[in-house]
């Protein structure tokens, strides 16, 4: 008796020690794929100290900007980014595996379709935060750090959509990092929705500046397309705006936006999205989250590389033609 169990008990020592050098190679053999797409997990002080250093993002803020974040009448910039650094925390070992294992399944998608993204000159940073302050998003982006809601990486790892949901943030958030290291791609990314990038950003004018919520994802406002308003194209460049002061508004929900269609050539008026009757046929139909090109562009390209042409499930696309162009320029 006394025999077999010690021979059970060393056939569940190899069996553990089986399994643990399994463990071992599979977060081993992880890291190193995922390193093939170049980042790094910023510890909690990292993080702050990389939030604090976006001071062209915030330095414009209005109070709009300020109150709806915080939730309250009166706050101050300083208020809102002791309340944005203070979310910041440090990533634990199970959630970067987490990560590595889903832009490691990235990396495989881009070999094994043989797209090539654009070089980037700095390494992305992974920033993890409670994301309160940013209205309980998924995730956001400035320049290459990737900031990303705590939640959303636990519940990222569960099979099925929520993975799903997961990967396509992942895709849509690298977008926005290589766009703002290469131009050309931006800008070959916009055509494929009818925009040209300008030389320079286009300047709000009060109308519509006195509205203007800030978006971290969208750093300039340079790209405008030709809308058909009251039966006249226009060239207009988007905005993204608040429709109310958050001391009037009595939305039990949080607050009201829109997309402001805003003449290039200077006239203070802008138009909303029902007044142009091509909209849609201008940003196309895949994404209904078309408050910007570098938005819609961000989920057509994350569509791209997860689904392929054929889409999720095989269901194609109402535009088709968008996603293979996004296909066409990776696969050059």
């Known amino acids: ?34 390193k093939k ?29 300020i109150d709806y974040r915080l939730e309250r009448n009166g706050g101050t910039l300083d208020d809102l980014l002791d309340a ?3 979310e910041i925390k440090d990533f634990n070992f199970f959630e970067k595996y987490l990560l590595d294992r889903n ?34 998003n998924a995730g956001y982006t400035h320049g290459t750090q990737i900031y990303l809601n705590s939640a959303n990486i ?17 895709w849509h958030e690298l977008f926005h990092c290589l766009t703002r290291n290469d131009p050309d791609f931006r800008a070959e990314m916009y055509s494929l929705i009818n925009f ?30 030709t809308y058909n308003i009251d039966g006249k194209d226009t060239d207009c460049f ?30 203070d008026v802008y138009y909303t999205m029902d007044q142009a009757s091509n909209f849609d046929e201008v940003m196309g139909r895949n994404t209904d989250y078309v408050i910007d090109p570098e938005e819609c562009m961000a989920d057509n390209f994350s569509a791209a ?16 033609e968008i996603i293979q162009g996004v296909i066409d320029i990776v696969k050059r």
């Open 238 to 267: 988007l905005v993204w705006i608040c429709t109310e002061d958050y001391s009037e508004n009595d939305q039990p929900n949080g607050f009201v936006t829109d997309v402001a269609l805003v003449p290039i050539d200077g006239t």
């Open 84 to 86: 944005t650094t203070d």
């Open 103 to 136: 832009i490691a399944k990235m990396v495989t998608k881009l070999n094994k379709n043989g797209y090539k993204l654009p070089e980037l000159k700095e390494e992305i940073v992974y920033i993890k935060t409670d994301m309160k302050v940013e209205g309980v």
């Open 305 to 320: 590389m997860q689904y392929g042409i054929d889409g999720e499930e095989g269901k194609g696309y109402p535009d088709p």
């Open 196 to 225: 040209t990038v300008a030389d320079h950003d286009f300047e709000m004018p009060p109308s519509v500046s006195a509205k203007y919520f800030h978006n971290p994802d969208v750093e300039h406002h340079n790209s405008y397309a």
């Open 154 to 170: 636990l519940v990222g790892s569960i099979p099925g959509k929520a993975s799903e949901y997961f990967e396509h943030l992942m």
């Open 37 to 65: 797409l170049p980042h790094h997990f910023a510890s909690a002080e990292e993080g702050r100290e990389l939030l604090l250093s976006n001071t062209e993002y915030y330095s414009d803020f209005s109070q709009n900007d």
């Open 1 to 34: 008796m006394e025999k077999k169990k010690s021979k059970f008990k060393r056939v569940l020592l190899i069996l553990f020690i089986l399994i643990l050098l399994l463990l071992v190679f599979d977060v081993v053999s992880t890291e190193i794929k995922a």
